[in-house]
């Protein structure tokens, strides 16, 4: 355990979570909830989106859309070859992904909303604690972190 980093959180809660009103147990809990989104190295093809956009039509047209920005995008058209059925796919949680589908907002009438639905295909929810490295917290850690000067 970094009491270091645990005291700070503690502390400057910078969330806003309002551990100072806790007791040590209460603290622990908000640490190890599953309460923030980060993303996660997750390949998807068309088939995943297709499956998980929730309305097979809207996922339809966002694809044709991709495909139509293709036709003047190289680095798309290239991509777009990794993300057919029969491949791998490519990597919705990497950065460089998140950079490449940001900047088409607005191309060919992709949306902001279809930018952020695909990026939530590579998200998963963790606690505050594994953000911060921490691990599990329990009450005995918020309650040494507390009593540290």
């Keep these: 355990m970094d009491y270091e980093i645990l005291k700070a959180e503690l502390r400057d809660?910078?969330?806003e979570i309002g551990y100072a009103e806790m007791a040590d147990q209460q603290a622990?809990?908000?640490?190890?909830?599953?309460?923030?989104?980060?993303?996660?190295?997750?390949?998807v093809n068309e088939r995943d989106v297709l499956a998980e956009w929730g309305?097979?039509?809207?996922?339809?047209a966002f694809l044709q859309k991709l495909e139509a920005v293709s036709s003047?995008?190289?680095v798309v058209?290239?991509?777009?070859?990794?993300?057919?059925?029969?491949?791998?796919?490519?990597?919705?949680?990497h950065p460089a992904t998140h950079a490449m589908i940001?900047?088409?907002?607005?191309?060919a009438s992709i949306t902001a909303e279809e930018v952020v639905k695909?990026?939530?295909?590579?998200?998963?929810?963790?606690?505050?604690?594994?953000v911060l490295g921490l691990g599990t917290v329990g009450?005995?850690?918020?309650?040494?972190?507390?009593?540290?000067?």
């Design 13 to 15: 809660d910078p969330l």
């Design 28 to 43: 622990a809990d908000a640490l190890n909830a599953p309460t923030q989104t980060v993303p996660i190295h997750r390949r």
């Design 55 to 60: 309305n097979p039509a809207e996922a339809e």
């Design 72 to 74: 003047t995008n190289a």
């Design 77 to 93: 058209k290239r991509v777009l070859r990794w993300f057919t059925p029969n491949q791998e796919g490519i990597d919705a949680g």
């Design 102 to 107: 940001d900047s088409l907002v607005g191309v």
């Design 118 to 130: 695909f990026k939530s295909m590579a998200v998963q929810q963790v606690s505050r604690a594994s």
């Design 139 to 149: 009450d005995g850690h918020v309650k040494s972190a507390r009593e540290m000067n």
